[in-house]
């Protein structure tokens, strides 16, 4: 009898669990509507989805094993709804050749983190040199920093790039083929961070380009600080660590909630179809990310392929985008594991 009492017990603690999960679950996937600056807490839901989902998949498990089909349902109906959200992480592509040979034009877009500051400019060339061999027509660059010593890196990327555009410092758009005829700058004030637009004439027809650098999140900055306040001697408690951190990421939620609808505006003033590329320093489905892509196809849900995470630092985290008006396809989609930076390029092949 006290093992039986023992046995139910903890199953009714597992369906408890099961049913505050996939509610949890399910509020998630309408997190991502929550703005921040006014529903920090709710907004903040999205960032745990992929452990979320996990641990659906781990309770239906359990039910199965225990045959109770009806308890079983919950989290498998939990499932079904965040089919949408894992498009986002991962892509099935069974039949998809890289290959395409359809006519059109390819665009990058690579946070090159200062390129390590370097004032050799090796790394600057060494990225030019990867960019040459895949052929790239458009580049969007973020983190950029021209002068090296007493050259610039606009002289060599010039030798490649017919055209240029210049954001604010850290920002440009290089355009091997197609002439850029206009461009303007997207300021989002008081930060380091900033967006641009450029006009560019792709065989007679017109799109506007925009490249975006967000708000960070905040947390290696604040780890850095740690580090070096206990490399002084400063003991620094763990409830001090986590209120830190924890404060640094949701300011980050509400600056990048603000640039986001910056950026929604002047993509919906466009007079031309319109690519948005850039580095969001946000996950999928997150306010910023729903704001951003708007109308816009998400390239890698129209044709990636896998998992692509773009920041190194963590492998899975899909941050930077390549996005684009209904009036283009994407052909294929894809990233590359580069040691130049922090970030990992994304490149995408379109056509009208």
């Known amino acids: 009898m006290g093992k039986l009492a023992v046995y139910k017990y903890f199953s009714f603690m597992v369906l408890v669990i099961t049913v505050l999960v996939a509610l949890f679950t399910l509020v998630g996937l309408f997190a991502g509507n929550a703005n921040p600056v006014h529903e920090t807490a709710l907004a903040m839901i999205v960032y745990i989805m992929p452990i979320l989902v996990v641990a659906n998949l781990i309770t239906l498990l359990f039910w199965i094993i225990r045959r109770r089909w009806i308890w079983a349902s919950i989290p498998m109906f939990t499932l079904l709804c965040t ?13 998809q050749s890289p290959n395409n040979t359809r006519s059109g034009f390819k665009i990058a877009t690579y946070n090159v983190a200062l390129f390590g500051r370097e004032i050799s400019g090796f790394k600057a060339e060494d990225i030019l040199s990867e ?9 969007c ?17 010039k030798s490649f790039f017919s055209y240029m555009a210049k954001g604010r410092d850290d920002m440009v758009i290089y355009s091997r083929r197609f002439p850029i005829k206009k461009s303007g700058i997207i300021d989002f004030g008081k930060t380091n961070n900033s967006g641009m637009w450029a006009d560019i004439d792709v065989n007679g027809r017109k799109v506007r380009v925009f490249n975006v650098h967000l708000e960070t999140t905040g947390f290696n900055r604040t780890m850095k600080k740690i580090a070096k306040m206990e490399m002084r001697g400063t003991n620094v408690e763990d409830n001090t660590i986590i209120s830190a951190v924890y404060g640094n990421y949701t300011r980050g939620m509400v600056v ?19 690519i948005l590329c850039g580095d969001f320093n946000d996950v999928p489905y997150s306010y910023t990310y729903n704001v951003m892509k708007g109308d816009l196809v998400d390239g890698f849900k129209e044709c990636g392929k896998g998992f692509m995470g773009t920041y190194r630092g963590k492998k899975m985290a899909r941050i930077d985008y390549i996005f684009h008006d209904e009036a283009l396809t994407g052909n294929y989609y894809y990233t590359q594991d580069l040691s130049y930076s922090d970030h990992n390029p994304v490149y995408m092949h379109i056509s009208f």
Do not use: W
């Not at 960019?131 to 580049?139: C, H, L, M, T």
């Open 131 to 139: 960019i040459k061999r895949q052929e790239v027509d458009i580049f």
């Open 83 to 95: 089919i949408p959200y894992i498009g986002t992480l991962y892509q099935v592509r069974l039949f």
């Open 141 to 157: 660059i973020q983190e950029y920093m021209d002068h090296i010593g007493d050259r610039k890196n606009s002289e060599s990327y």
């Open 256 to 274: 990048r909630a603000v640039q986001a609808n910056i950026v929604a505006d002047e993509i919906r003033k466009s007079p031309y179809p319109v």
